[in-house]
Each structure stands twice: as structure tokens, then as C-alpha cells.
């Protein structure tokens, strides 16, 4: 059984959308990335590949607690109409992405004691 989460993830490098999951293992629930462990295995770093089965960093926002689940409530189908990482906007049944200028920008990071 698997439970899937999207959102966001910052570091003081970079800032974007990513998906992550959490498996039950005899009843309890385990946070895993397979993409940041998956990458860390191609590189033969098995600490981190170790750390992203079982722990998270602290970097993530959680925006949705299902990925390509389809989106209710809507009237008009957007950009991503499963998962929605980036967001969107509708106005009198139109989706404004088209027509809106975004950008994402990390303006401070720092860690906290």
C-alpha cells in the first residue's frame, strides 16, 4: 500500500515541483523518494540512497497528498489535470495560464537551529 504526495521541494541551489511517496510496512508508514534515492544509487552513494528510504528532508511543502489522482470541482481541463504541482487558475470556466506570466523564486534560505 502506498501513499503519494506532491509538492514542493527547495534547496539553497534550486526550487521546483517533485512527487514522493510513503509505503506501509507491517503498519507503519515510511516516507520514500525514489527519485532523489534512485539518483543517489546511479552515483554509489548508498547513505543517501539509504536516507531517501525511510527519512525526508526538510525541504518539501506538501501541496496535494494524491498524485495523478484526477482534480475535482473544476470546469475546464488544465495544463496537468491530475497532479497540479505548479497551480492554476480558473475564471468563469477558463483555465488562465495561457495568460499569466508566473515564475518561481527562492528569495532566502537559511537553516534554522
Excluded at 498524485?67 to 505548479?86: F, H
Aim: hydrophobic share 30%; glycine share 12%; aromatic share 12%.
Amino acid at each position: 500500500m502506498t501513499a503519494e504526495f506532491s509538492g514542493w521541494y527547495v534547496t539553497d541551489e534550486d526550487i521546483g515541483g517533485h512527487d514522493w511517496a510513503r509505503i506501509n510496512i507491517s503498519g507503519e508508514w515510511f516516507p520514500v523518494d525514489c527519485s532523489f534515492g534512485g539518483g543517489a544509487f546511479r552515483q554509489g552513494n548508498e547513505k543517501r540512497r539509504r536516507h531517501y528510504f525511510g527519512n525526508l528532508d526538510t525541504l518539501r511543502m506538501i501541496a496535494n497528498e494524491k498524485c495523478c489522482c484526477t482534480l475535482t470541482g473544476k470546469k475546464t481541463v488544465g495544463r496537468d489535470p491530475t497532479d497540479n504541482q505548479i497551480g492554476e487558475a480558473e475564471c468563469s470556466g477558463r483555465i488562465l495560464y495561457d495568460e499569466a506570466v508566473s515564475r518561481v523564486e527562492l528569495l532566502s534560505y537559511r537553516f534554522l537551529s
